[in-house]
């Protein structure tokens, strides 16, 4: 089985087919289905939050059997992840969300009950790169995907976000 790093690829990946969008109807759409879960579970497994149209992706060729995946191919099997999750008008970066924003939310108050922080102030970059987020989920995320989630919370009264005078001192006050 080949490998991307540590990271084991799935059989189809060697099946120079799967490199170029197939025209019938269900082919496509079972070709699809398992781009989703490949660049998905990659991107889980790598702590990738954010994919470029036009970067240098691993998955988005296959020097082995000298396949790559061209520009349409791309952008068919990223706007099936994204949906509304460009970063830009353009669609030339999207955010890969491997949990809903509604379960990230939910991560974060395991996190927080898990660690005694009920009653905390925390910063969004300890929340994000902290001891305490070590070796969790939360470590590393995406800063706009932990703010989203955040603002959910806040939305339902679980905690406050204060702004400091920079992004890093921004502030989350827990309230569970």
């Known amino acids: 089985m080949q490998k991307l790093g540590d990271y084991k690829l799935p ?17 496509r759409e079972k070709q699809i289905q398992l781009w989703k879960e490949l660049i998905l579970d990659y991107c889980r497994t790598q702590k990738i939050f954010v994919i470029g149209l036009e970067e240098d992706f691993p ?29 830009d ?30 009653d905390s102030v925390m910063t969004v970059e300890e929340i994000r ?19 989203r989630a955040l603002k959910l919370l806040e939305q339902k009264g679980k905690l406050a976000i204060f702004k400091g005078t920079t992004a890093d001192d921004e502030g989350v006050k827990f309230s569970i």
């Open 11 to 27: 059989q189809f990946f060697n099946y120079p087919p799967y490199f170029t969008l197939q025209p019938v109807r269900d082919t």
């Open 129 to 147: 790169s902290g001891i305490e987020s070590r070796g969790t989920e939360l470590h590393g995320i995406d800063r706009t995907i932990l703010m």
């Open 59 to 87: 998955l988005f060729s296959n020097p082995v059997i000298e396949r790559s995946l061209s520009h349409e191919a791309r952008e068919a099997f990223l706007s099936i992840l994204v949906s509304d999750e460009w970063l």
């Open 89 to 118: 008008k353009r669609h030339r970066k999207c955010l890969i969300l491997w949990h809903r924003i509604q379960e990230w939310a939910n991560i974060i108050l395991n996190f927080v009950k898990e660690n005694g922080l009920e």
